[in-house]
Nanobody
């Protein structure tokens, strides 16, 4: 069993930056692929970025490519999402999640086994 807790959300002006953190406990996350998701009001939860268990492979949703960076520190059981040049459309609750499934199915929200409660990101225009 893995527990994940997100932090680092807040209010930022458009063009600004935030760094989200995801701290895991209960079991080492070194065997899990880790993803960041977001959900805006009235919208479905969507995948933002994924990083492989080793950290060697990453995936980004098209709208965040070049602006967001996912990283991890397995020694600290932590995952991060650096968000730069934030836009109003990035505003959402951001969730961290862990998956033990194959990389090929990680675009599917249902492939994740453990979820945090989320952290709110608000971007003012």
């Amino acid at each position: 069993q893995v527990q994940v807790v997100e932090s680092g959300g807040g209010l930022v002006q458009a063009g600004g930056s935030l760094r989200l953190s995801c701290a895991a406990s209960g079991r080492s996350i070194s065997v899990y692929h880790m993803g960041w998701f977001r959900q805006a009001p009235g919208k479905e939860r969507e995948l933002v970025a994924v990083i492989s268990a080793s950290g060697g492979i990453t995936y980004y949703e098209d709208s965040v490519k070049g602006r967001f960076t996912i990283s991890r520190d397995n020694a600290k059981d932590s995952v991060y999402l650096q968000m730069n040049n934030l836009k109003p459309e990035d505003a959402a609750v951001y969730y961290c999640a862990a998956s033990a499934k194959f990389w090929s199915v990680l675009l599917n929200t249902k492939s994740y086994d453990y979820w945090g409660r989320g952290t709110q990101v608000t971007v003012s225009s």
